[in-house]
Structure formats: C-alpha cells, structure tokens
C-alpha cells in the first residue's frame, strides 16, 4: 500500500505559477512509476507526466515548456512546478504511484487548480 497526500491547488490567474507537491508514505522502489494525472469538468482524465525510479520524465505535449516534474528522494516528495498556466488547465490534479510487479495504481485524493482568464 502507498498512500500519496497532495497539497499546492489554489487559484491563480493566467500566466501565473503554482507548485503542487505529493507526499508518499514511502520511497519509489526500483522499476515503479510516480506521476500527475489531471480531469477537468466533463472530461476525462489525462496523463500530465510521469517520472521513473531512474529519473526519466515523460510530459504530456499540452504541457511540454511549462510544467517541470522533480522528485526529493529524502522526503518522499514529488512535484509539479507549474508557470505560464492556461484557464485550460484547470482541473483536479491527482498525484499517483504504479508499482511494476502488479502493476497496481495508487492515486492521491486530488488538489484543485483554478486558472481564471
């Protein structure tokens, strides 16, 4: 069991910044996956990028320039910097962590991010 505790949503206007972090009850194990999912009213939700054990970073095209995902091993922490925000990405932001040998899910409880225009 992983247990993810997201904190960082708020509202801010457009072109601003916001920081989202996730605490995880433990460190990433080798070959496991952390990332940030996002779902807007009326929407599906969508990958917004994802970081290995090793370090690689995958960002969705939508926001590849603006958003930088990095990871404080000692504190158990992921983040989300996100600048130049769009009302577009308005949504609730969702930490998760994917273990690789069952390939199990854990998902966060989601923090709002508000972008007005």
């Known amino acids: 069991q992983v247990q993810l505790v997201e904190s960082g949503g708020g509202l801010v206007q457009a072109g601003g910044s916001l920081r989202l972090s996730c605490a995880a009850s433990?460190?990433?194990?080798?070959?496991?996956?952390m990332g940030w999912y996002r779902q807007a009213p009326g929407k599906q939700r969508e990958l917004v990028a994802t970081i290995t054990s090793d370090g690689n970073t995958n960002y969705a095209d939508s926001v590849k320039g603006r958003f930088t995902m990095s990871r404080d091993n000692a504190k158990n922490t992921l983040y989300l910097q996100m600048n130049k925000l769009k009302p577009e990405d308005t949504a609730v932001y969702y930490c998760?962590?994917?273990?690789?040998?069952?390939?199990?899910?854990?998902w966060g409880q989601g923090t709002q991010v508000t972008v007005s225009s």
């Open positions: 998760i962590y994917r273990t690789r040998w069952n390939n199990n899910v854990y």
């Open positions: 433990r460190s990433i194990f080798s070959g496991d996956v």
